[in-house]
């Protein structure tokens, strides 16, 4: 059994994770739920939008890539982009995500809307 195995396998015997008042820090492991809604912004400060759903590749295990939301009102004229994973960095102590683009590259952007997704099903997706 894996270091990691054991933890997971303690923590289900136990009911509990770590304890005190760093619990869970530095952050790991977060829940798909807790990372949904989260606001996302450039280096600059800038607000970039937030991140709208998490797309999972069910044959690896493993985040394929995260929406972002951008720009719009109330869900009108709004603009999504997949954002692979890695390329977001989380600002635990802000509790928030930093991308390094700068916001007139995302208005230039096409996007995609939440009508017309992107090919995700093909075999040459992600290459």
């Not at 894996?2 to 015997?13: C, F, H, I, Q, V």
């Not at 009911?15 to 760093?22: A, L, P, V």
């Not at 798909?32 to 996302?40: K, N, R």
């Amino acid at each position: 059994m894996s270091t990691r195995e054991a933890d997971l396998e303690a923590g289900n015997a136990s009911g509990q994770n770590q304890e005190g008042s760093n619990a869970n820090w530095p952050v790991r492991i977060l829940t798909a739920t807790s990372v949904i809604g989260d606001q996302v912004e450039n280096p600059k400060g800038e607000h970039l939008g937030r991140i709208k759903d998490i797309m999972l590749d069910v044959q690896r295990g493993s985040i394929a890539y995260v929406v972002l939301e951008y720009g719009g009102f109330m869900g009108l004229r709004e603009k999504l982009f997949a954002i692979p994973f890695d390329a977001l960095e989380l600002d635990q102590s802000q509790q928030k995500f930093r991308l390094d683009v700068d916001k007139e590259q995302l208005d230039r952007a096409p996007g995609f809307d939440k009508n017309h997704w992107p090919e995700t099903n093909s075999h040459s997706y992600g290459r």
